[in-house]
């Protein structure tokens, strides 16, 4: 995991350095760059749907670049990075999913008929937290239920932190975009008064054009903190399902060993 996470940060730096040389070309030629925008914006209105999605493409790459490459690249780095946690979570989690019911039945089964160590071996054959619990749980049957109870116990709070781990920095990165959106409205409002104490009169050529690029940092990275929030509740929603089938799972071995135990004894 850690050397994943490192090439996916190595990538988006990669993405973020052509991103910014890219805005720094297309800012020395702006003036025709943006009467390419104003045409293209015209020939847009009377095309088909097809072609407004064409339109849509340019205008949010002129806004971007609007808004500037400072904040907008950070705000952009928090996308990616964000992203590549959320996809990484959500493929783990997709592999750690199992059917509880089929592996109960499957385990009680080759425990009737084999014993625990038949038990053992069909949960080694099979991925996933519930089926390393219920290992765990079979391996402490011979000393008591009591000590298979506590290492089923013990063992699903290390499979919770994996199933959890590095969801932090999806929640950091919700709350980082926006806030690194308001502080490039706040500093390009502070540049936009700063041009009219210079220039001693209230025009509003003068910063209507600096309002604008500073609103932009705060619009995309509301969107960074939606399209992450999304990825981030589904995330959540998933873990909340493999913890209640692994705790309806340890109920259902405990019930099993007991079981187990009393055929034993008769």
Not at 171 to 193: C, D, H, N, R, Y
């Amino acid at each position: 995991m850690k050397r994943l996470f490192s090439i996916l940060v190595i990538a988006a730096i990669m993405v973020l350095g052509a991103g910014n040389l890219k805005a720094a070309n297309m800012v020395n030629t702006l003036p025709g760059t943006i009467a390419t925008f104003v045409q293209d914006d015209e020939e847009a209105t009377a095309t088909a749907d097809g072609d407004e999605e064409v339109g849509f493409h340019q205008e949010l790459k002129r806004r971007f670049i609007e808004g500037g490459a400072g904040f907008m690249g950070i705000v952009l780095l928090c996308l990616i990075l964000g992203l590549a946690i959320a996809i990484e979570r959500i493929i783990y989690l997709n592999l750690a999913t199992t059917n509880t019911k089929k592996l109960a039945r499957n385990v009680e089964e080759a425990l009737n008929s084999g014993g625990i160590e038949a038990a053992k071996e069909v949960c080694r054959n099979t991925r996933g937290p519930v089926a390393s619990i219920y290992y765990q749980g079979l391996d402490r049957a011979d000393e008591s239920i009591e000590s298979a109870e506590k290492a089923v116990v013990a063992y699903g709070g290390v499979q919770m932190g994996q199933l959890e781990k590095n969801v932090s920095w999806v929640s950091l990165f919700i709350a980082l975009a926006p806030m690194l959106g308001f502080m490039g409205t706040v500093i390009g409002m502070i540049e936009a008064f700063d041009k009219i104490e210079a220039a001693g009169d209230m025009q509003p050529s003068l910063v209507a054009g600096g309002i604008k690029v500073a609103l932009l940092t705060t619009v995309f990275g509301l969107i960074v903190a939606i399209i992450l929030q999304i990825f981030y509740n589904y995330i959540i929603a998933k873990i909340d399902s493999i913890v209640n089938d692994m705790e309806d799972a340890s109920i259902l071995l405990i019930d099993m060993l007991v079981d187990y135990k009393n055929k034993k004894r008769v």
